[in-house]
């Protein structure tokens, strides 16, 4: 599947590439410990907002640039960007790292990436930390999530830049170029967060710096999601993290992944929306370093 090359040290920190059928897939190692292969979100946006440092306290940090991002390469087929194809890439970098068994951390779209994984590849994980991430998509999932994002410039009726977040949001979700799409983003990142504005100093850079790369036109997935009556089938220990406040992946479809694992745990972060790791950085590390114990 990918060309593997050990001659080098392929946990040394820092930057690595390898190819899988001639595409360019590259990830970055950080910290020490058991391995850690973290996949963000999206798809596409750049893995940078999903770095942990307090985590590369506790494990060897893999964050995989996922294909289409970054300076991973890119597909020739727009129909290819699909979660099996996502899927088929974190498998080429776990066999590509030689650790027998990896912990997995998916944040949002990243978990569901990493739930097909652990149902394809249960011998190759020790853990699994499904964050901010749901175990199905569909009318009803993204019916509560447009409704979050309708009610929210009623909730901050004091600030004038949280009118523009809906449209921005759409802006985002049907760009077809990066550009767009990282734009739209960035103005609409407030809505991800529990209470942004009071604390818009401290997230501010995280805003500026989201940058996405757009699916080429037609790359939607055509798939349904939906995973719910094969989790039992995953039996490695598990937590799965939620954000009190997330609008899109928030507690109720938390709970449904928590009800279907054999052993998991759940953990709402009460101050959180979507980005648990920036909002209550010493809660989330706690979650998922309670894996290690398990």
């Known amino acids: 599947m990918g060309s593997t090359s050990h ?3 392929v946990l040394a920190p820092g930057t690595h590439e390898f190819t899988i059928g001639g595409v360019a897939q590259v990830y970055h190692v ?19 907002y999903l770095r942990m440092p307090s985590l590369e306290e506790h494990f060897t940090m893999v ?12 597909l020739e087929n727009a129909a290819d960007y699909r979660l099996d194809t996502y899927v088929r890439f974190l498998h080429a970098v776990v066999d590509h790292l030689g650790t027998p068994r990896v912990y997995l ?13 652990a149902l394809a590849h249960p011998d190759r994980i020790a853990g699994l930390a499904l964050y901010d991430t749901s175990p199905v998509t569909g009318a009803e999932f993204w019916a509560e999530a447009m409704a979050g994002l309708t009610a929210y410039p009623q909730r901050h009726p004091d600030r004038p830049e949280a009118a523009a977040i ?5 802006q985002a979700v049907t760009a077809t170029d990066d550009e767009s799409l990282s734009a739209g983003l960035r103005t609409a990142l ?6 942004f504005w009071g604390h818009q100093a401290e997230f501010a850079p995280l805003q500026a710096a989201v940058r996405a790369w757009a699916a080429p036109a037609g790359a939607q997935d055509p798939t349904p999601f939906d995973v719910r009556s094969d989790l039992g089938e995953i039996t490695v220990p598990a937590v799965v993290i939620v954000g009190a406040h997330d609008f899109i992946c928030g507690p109720r479809w938390a709970e449904q992944l928590h009800a279907g694992l ?15 790791h920036v909002e209550q950085t010493a809660e989330f590390t706690e979650a998922v370093v309670e894996l290690l114990r398990r």
């Open 7 to 9: 001659d080098v040290d």
């Open 30 to 48: 950080a910290g020490a410990g058991p391995v850690c292969v973290v996949h963000s979100g999206g798809p596409g946006i750049e893995w940078a």
């Open 63 to 74: 964050y995989v640039e996922p294909v289409g991002t970054g300076a991973s390469g890119r």
């Open 105 to 117: 951390l998916g944040h949002s779209h990243g978990g569901f990436v990493v739930q097909r994984y």
């Open 166 to 170: 809906p449209a921005a949001f759409q």
């Open 190 to 195: 407030p809505v991800y967060f529990a209470d």
């Open 262 to 276: 054999k052993d998991s745990r759940l953990v709402v972060l009460e101050h959180s929306g979507h980005f648990g």
